[in-house]
């Protein structure tokens, strides 16, 4: 196996650690454990634990947007939307995504700032084709489109993974929220 494979299969462990077993998990024995490898594998590939999770904030936040890109793409950019939201709530990543987000060694990274514009420029793409869809411009400046998007994604991602909001009830604010995504249209 190459270095750049070890190095992938490093990351798909981590996230995979970190989905199932939650931050707390992603401890450098239990990414090797996970990974089937020695914990100075790990260190070899990346210098310490603040370099990996770093990595993973990178791989998460890039499938992110380009998920976010993949729905703007769709021949429904709505139903794109709301399939994008039922699967990034069933795949996890997006709640490991904002459990990290809140870990010292992860805030101080500058990966966080940099996966968090490409998810909003994502975003904003897909808001922008949501609306053009039904005949309508952004009446705010695209970013602040993308932001909302961001933000509202994350929040229903969240609220299902710990149980606040029921199925039905998930439904419910996907409806409501391309609502309030058609109003921010003229």
Known sequence: MSRAETAERLLDAAIGLGVSDGVGAMSLQG????????????????????????????????????????????????????????????????????????????AASPA????????????????????????????VPVPFLGRVIVRHLDGLVIAASRGVISGEEFEAELDTFALALLGLGR
């Open 112 to 139: 966080l700032p940099a996966v968090r514009a490409a998810r909003e420029d994502g975003a904003a793409v897909l808001g922008g084709a949501i609306l053009r869809a039904v005949g309508l411009a952004p009446r």
């Open 31 to 106: 990414i090797a454990t996970r990974a089937g490898v020695s914990k100075a594998l790990v260190l070899y590939h990346y210098a310490d634990k603040p370099t990996l999770l770093a990595a993973v904030v990178t791989r998460v936040g890039a499938r992110s947007a380009e998920r976010l890109l993949g729905a703007a793409r769709a021949t429904d950019a709505l139903a794109g939307w709301r399939t994008l939201a039922r699967a990034e709530t069933a795949n996890g990543e997006l709640a490991l995504l904002a459990g990290l987000a809140h870990e010292a060694e992860v």
